[in-house]
T-cell receptor, first 116, second 117 residues
Framework: AQKITQTQPGMFVQEKEAVTLDCTYDTSDPSYGLFWYKQPSSGEMIFLIYQGSYDQQNATEGRYSLNFQKARKSANLVISASQLGDSAMYFCAMRGFSGGYQKVTFGTGTKLQVIP | EPEVTQTPSHQVTQMGQEVILRCVPI?????FYWYRQILGQKVEFLVSFYNNEISEKSEIFDDQFSVERPDGSNFTLKIRSTKLEDSAMYFC???????????????FGEGSRLTVL
C-alpha cells in the first residue's frame, strides 16, 4: 500500500517570498513517482512537477522545485518568489510502478495563501 | 495543447436517480481514471481502466458504480442509484506512455460537479 501525508492544512506566505510545502510518503514499491498538483479555486487540477524515485537530481520547473529526500521519504515542494496567483490548494501525489502501478494516490492537500 | 474534457460541468439530481458522467480523454492516451473530491476534502481514487477493463478500483467503487468505454473516444462513469454522499466533484484523468507523458503525469479534466438532493 502507498500513503501520502501532507501535515500542513494551511500556509501563508508573503508575496515574493519562498515557501515550502511538506509531503512525506510511504510505499513498499522500489520504483515510484512523486507529483505535485495545484488546484485553484476554479477547481481544475494543474500538474506542476514530477520526481522519479531513481532520479539523481531534484526536479525543477520554473519557480517550482522539489526537495526530494529519499531516505526520509519526503518530497517537499518549494515555490520561490511567491505570486498572488499561487494562492491555491496544493496536492502531493504518488504513483507506484509495481503493485499499485495503475493508481495515483493523493495527499490531503495544503491550502496556500499568498499575502500582498 | 490536447486536453481532457468532461461533461456535464455541473449536474443536479434527485437521490436514487442514475447519473452518467462523460469524459473524452486525450486521444493517444491508454490509461483512464476517475477520481472524486468531496468539497474541501482530498482527491480520492475511484477506478483505473486500461485495455478495455478495470485495472484497479478502490473500496469506494462499489456495485453502484460502473465505467465504460463505449467507443474509441468516450469514457463514462455511471452511478446507478445516487446517494446524498455521492455529491462531489468527479475528475476524469488520462495518462499516456510516451513523450511528455513518460513521467506518468495524469492529465485531468476540469471536473463534473454532482449535487444529489
Amino acid at each position: 500500500a502507498q500513503k501520502i501525508t501532507q501535515t500542513q492544512p494551511g500556509m501563508f506566505v508573503q508575496e515574493k517570498e519562498a515557501v515550502t510545502l511538506d509531503c512525506t510518503y510511504d510505499t513498499s514499491d522500489p520504483s515510484y513517482g512523486l507529483f505535485w498538483y495545484k488546484q485553484p479555486s476554479s477547481g481544475e487540477m494543474i500538474f506542476l512537477i514530477y520526481q522519479g524515485s531513481y532520479d539523481q537530481q531534484n526536479a525543477t520547473e520554473g519557480r517550482y522545485s522539489l526537495n526530494f529526500q529519499k531516505a526520509r521519504k519526503s518530497a517537499n515542494l518549494v515555490i520561490s518568489a511567491s505570486q498572488l496567483g499561487d494562492s491555491a490548494m496544493y496536492f502531493c501525489a504518488m504513483r507506484g510502478f509495481s503493485g499499485g502501478y495503475q493508481k495515483v494516490t493523493f495527499g490531503t492537500g495544503t491550502k496556500l495563501q499568498v499575502i500582498p | 495543447e490536447p486536453e481532457v474534457t468532461q461533461t456535464p460541468s455541473h449536474q443536479v439530481t434527485q437521490m436514487g436517480q442514475e447519473v452518467i458522467l462523460r469524459c473524452v480523454p486525450i486521444s493517444n492516451h491508454l490509461y483512464f481514471y476517475w477520481y472524486r473530491q468531496i468539497l474541501g476534502q482530498k482527491v480520492e481514487f475511484l477506478v483505473s481502466f486500461y485495455n478495455n477493463e478495470i485495472s484497479e478500483k478502490s473500496e469506494i467503487f462499489d456495485d453502484q458504480f460502473s465505467v465504460e468505454r463505449p467507443d474509441g473516444s468516450n469514457f463514462t462513469l455511471k452511478i446507478r442509484s445516487t446517494k446524498l454522499e455521492d455529491s462531489a466533484m468527479y475528475f476524469c484523468a488520462s495518462r499516456g506512455t510516451s513523450g511528455r507523458s513518460s513521467t506518468g503525469e495524469l492529465f485531468f479534466g476540469e471536473g463534473s460537479r454532482l449535487t444529489v438532493l
